[in-house]
C-alpha cells in the first residue's frame, strides 16, 4: 500500500522576496512561522501557546529572499496538487519535486486561507494521484501513515492512529475540523499526506502541538480531506471559495447556559447576537434562540454550525429547529453570501460560571458608551471593575462590558442591576454587549 501510495506524494519548496529584517539566520524563532506564543498567522489573530505549523523555513541574511519547504499530494493524473496554503503563501516561484526527482516548476490554481488550503498544476504528463477517502467514515483508533519530507530530508512514512476527531479552537485557521494524530509529524510534513490502512487519503497533515520543540509531540493536526475536496472543487471550478452567511453568533450551550435556561438538558448552539440585514435577521431569529437542529441533523455545538453553513452554497436554504423561551419552533433561512470583506460574526467571549458578586457598574451615558465602543442610543449598565479574586473574574465578563439583561430582563440602570442581583439565584443569565457585539453568560 506504501508503494502505491508514496509517488503521489511530493516536496514542495518556494520562494519569495521578503523586506529586511534584523533576524539573523539560525535564530530558532524563525524556523518555523508560529500562530501562536511568539507570532502569529499573519491572519492577525493569536491562539494557543505552541502551536505551529510545518513548514520549514530558511531566512537569508538581511531577510532578501525567503524558501520554504512542505509536502503536496497529487490528487488527479493530469497534475494537480493540494498542499497548505501556509507553504507556499506569497511565493513569486514553485517548484514541486516528485518522488523520481524529476522538478517541474508550478502553477497556482487558488488558495483558501480561511481553511488553510492550496491547489497547484504541473504539467508533467499522466502522474500518479492518490484515491481521496472518506473522513466522516475516521473513526478514533484507525490507523493512520503520514507521509511528507520533514526537515527537508527526503519521503519519510509515519504510523500512529487517530488520536481525535473534529478539533476545535485551536486558533490555527477560520475554519477548524481537525483530525489529531499521534502519527509523527515534523517541519516540512505541512501539506503532506494522512492516510489510512487502504492508502486513501483522508487527511492533509497542518500543525503540531510542539511546546516549544523544534519536533513531533505526538500531537498532529490535519485538515479532514472532505473539506480539502470541497474547497479544491470550489477552486477549480471558480478560482475561489464562495461561503453561506447566515449572520449569527454562535455559543456553545454550555451547563451553566442549560441551566440558566431552565433545562440542564438543552444542547446545540446558542444564539448570542444577529447581524443587521444578515439572513438570520430577515428569518427572525432572536439573540437567546437556541438552534437544536437543521435540516434534521442535531446541532453538536457552535463549530458543528458554522462549518456546516460555511460549506454551503449561498442561496440555499435551511430549515432550523429553534428553542425560544422553552417553546420549539421552526424557522427557514435563506443563506445569502459572506460578504468578502467580512467575517461571520464570532463571539467575542465565552459563558463560564461565574458569580454576581464582585460586580462594580455604573450607569451608562454618551461617554462611557464611546468608551465601551457601544451605539449612544444602548441601555444597559457599564462593568467599571470586577474583584479578581471574585468568580466573576473567572466568566469572562470584562471591565467595558456592558450588561443589557438578566435573566431575560432588561436593565436600564444600576437601580434595575441591583434588584436583578437581589433577585437572582444560582443560575443567572446575563447579556453583555462588548464593543458592538452581544454574547450571553451564564451565572
Given amino acids: 500500500m506504501v508503494k502505491r501510495v508514496l509517488p503521489a506524494v511530493v516536496n514542495i519548496s518556494s520562494t519569495k522576496v521578503v523586506k529586511t529584517s534584523g533576524m539573523q539566520q539560525g535564530d530558532p524563532s524563525d524556523l518555523f512561522r508560529q500562530f501562536f506564543g511568539g507570532g502569529d498567522d499573519g491572519s492577525g489573530q493569536q491562539g494557543q501557546p505552541g502551536m505551529r505549523r510545518q513548514p520549514r523555513q530558511q531566512r537569508e541574511p538581511q531577510g532578501q529572499r525567503e524558501q520554504g519547504l512542505g509536502s503536496g499530494v497529487i490528487v488527479s493524473p493530469e497534475g494537480y496538487i493540494v498542499t497548505n496554503n501556509h507553504v507556499i503563501d506569497g511565493a513569486t516561484n514553485i517548484m514541486v519535486t516528485l518522488s523520481d526527482k524529476r522538478e517541474f516548476k508550478a502553477r497556482l490554481i487558488g488558495t483558501d486561507p480561511k481553511t488553510d488550503v492550496a491547489v497547484l498544476k504541473i504539467d508533467a504528463g499522466t502522474l500518479p494521484s492518490i484515491v481521496l477517502g472518506d473522513s466522516n467514515k475516521v473513526q478514533v483508533g484507525d490507523y493512520a501513515l503520514a507521509i511528507g519530507d520533514p526537515f527537508g530530508v527526503g519521503q519519510t512514512v509515519t504510523m500512529g492512529i487517530v488520536s481525535a476527531k473534529g478539533r476545535t479552537h485551536l486558533g490555527i485557521e477560520d475554519y477548524e475540523d481537525f483530525i489529531q494524530t499521534d502519527a509523527p509529524i515534523n517541519p516540512g510534513n505541512s501539506g503532506g499526506a494522512l492516510i489510512n490502512d487502504r492508502g486513501e487519503l483522508v487527511g492533509m497533515n497542518t500543525a503540531i502541538l510542539s511546546h516549544g520543540s523544534e519536533g513531533n509531540q505526538g500531537i498532529g493536526f490535519a485538515v479532514p480531506v472532505n473539506l480539502v475536496r470541497t474547497v ?53 431569529l432572536q439573540k437567546g434562540d437556541i438552534i437544536v437542529s437543521m435540516n434534521g441533523k442535531p446541532v453538536s455545538d457552535s463549530n458543528d454550525l458554522r462549518m456546516t453553513i ?26 445569502e453570501e459572506l460578504p468578502g470583506t467580512q467575517a461571520e460574526l464570532r463571539q467575542k467571549g465565552d459563558g463560564t460560571k461565574s458569580s454576581l458578586s464582585g460586580i462594580s457598574v455604573q450607569d451608562l451615558d454618551a461617554d462611557t458608551a464611546r468608551q465601551a465602543g457601544v451605539p449612544a442610543s444602548t441601555q444597559g449598565v457599564v462593568v467599571t471593575e470586577i474583584n479578581p479574586s471574585s468568580a466573576a473574574a473567572d466568566s469572562g465578563l470584562q471591565p467595558g462590558d456592558v450588561i ?38 451564564a451565572v
Fill in 310 to 335: 460555511s460549506m454551503m452554497t449561498p442561496g440555499s436554504k435551511v430549515d432550523l429547529k429553534v428553542t425560544r423561551d422553552g417553546a420549539a419552533r421552526n424557522i427557514s433561512v435563506t443563506l
Fill in 404 to 441: 443589557q439583561q438578566v435573566n431575560r430582563q432588561p436593565v436600564k440602570n444600576t437601580a434595575d442591576f441591583d434588584r436583578a442581583m437581589r433577585a437572582s439565584k444560582d443560575n443567572t443569565l446575563l447579556l453583555v454587549n462588548r464593543q458592538g457585539t452581544t454574547l450571553y453568560v
Fill in 232 to 284: 479544491m472543487d470550489q477552486l477549480l471550478k471558480n478560482g475561489k471559495v464562495t461561503r453561506a452567511y447566515i449572520g449569527i453568533v454562535p455559543q456553545d450551550m454550555t451547563p451553566a447556559m442549560a441551566r440558566a435556561f431552565g433545562d440542564k438538558d438543552l444542547s446545540g448552539a446558542l444564539v448570542g447576537d444577529v447581524s443587521p440585514n444578515s439572513p438570520a435577521s430577515k428569518a427572525g
